[in-house]
């Protein structure tokens, strides 16, 4: 058996040189893989260690042969998806219906090939908001390109101006496992910072959570046999002590005491 802290491996997210308003000088002009501080510090939070996972892209110097992730999937004892960039539409049989809303299909390769090679590995995954529609779409599901569009009497679930301070209600649906998580709550506030989401449930998920305003999909749980879960707010923004949002430790312990039991 390891011993030691939980290793929780994270997708990078990825900049691509030329992004809009980015000046394209300097280490602008190489592709980035990074880790968000503030995801870092969530798993950190729970007194496991966060490793990165780079990408490999048609202009890397090592190929897919030279890196395979079935080693870090039995090297690490979880994954967790950041948010970031739009899923592409392309990913469930879809053209963008805006160019801005193009998404990242290399990131989404890259992703759906991580996650594969944790379920198969019997290891836990969690996505956080596009994790979240990642794991929707790479199971069977689709999306909402723009909710505003194709939902035009739905909540905001966006405000740019306020980013991770804008907030609404969800609510927790009886019999599942996060309201085992949250005895007694059937109603909670959570940040907001998604403009798409759900459209068609994966077959063999499970919506946990919704925003009861509009219905749209805010937790999804997969009745498989490993642990696979996601959320479509972002837990890593909130500061604990903000008692206005939801708790999101129970969320996080749940993920890794799931890492845990698969070490023993």
Not at 235 to 242: G, K, L, N, S, Y
Request: proline share 6%.
């Amino acid at each position: 058996m390891k011993t030691g802290p939980l290793l929780i491996g994270v997708s990078a997210r990825i900049y691509t040189p030329g992004t809009h308003g980015i000046n394209v000088s300097g280490v602008w002009t190489k592709t980035l893989h990074y880790l968000e501080q503030s995801v870092a510090h969530w798993v950190l939070s729970g007194g496991a260690m966060a490793v990165m996972i780079p990408a490999v892209t048609k202009d890397s110097i090592v190929t897919r042969s030279d890196l395979n992730l079935h080693d870090y999937a039995e090297a690490l004892d979880g994954l967790l998806l950041q948010g970031g960039n739009d899923v592409a539409p392309q990913s469930y049989g879809e053209e963008p219906l805006d160019p801005a809303w193009a998404g990242d299909p290399v990131r989404d390769r890259y992703e759906t090939e991580l996650v594969n090679a944790f379920v198969q590995a019997g290891k836990p995954v969690f996505g956080i908001c596009r994790g979240l529609q990642l794991l929707n779409v790479m199971f069977g599901g689709t999306l909402l390109q723009d909710i505003h569009t194709q939902r035009p009497a739905s909540h905001a679930h966006r405000d740019a101006s306020i980013y991770e301070r804008h907030v609404h209600a969800v609510e927790v649906l009886p019999g599942t496992r996060l309201a085992e998580l949250y005895p007694g709550t059937q109603r909670a506030r959570v940040n907001s910072i998604h403009h798409q989401g759900i459209k068609d449930l994966a077959p063999g998920f499970v919506v946990e959570a919704r925003c009861p305003e509009d219905g749209i999909v805010e937790a999804v749980r997969w009745l498989g046999p490993s642990f696979i879960a996601g959320v479509q707010w972002h837990p890593e923004f909130h500061d604990p002590a903000d008692t206005a949002l939801i708790d999101d430790r129970p969320i996080l312990h749940d993920f890794l005491n799931a890492a845990r039991a698969d070490r023993r």
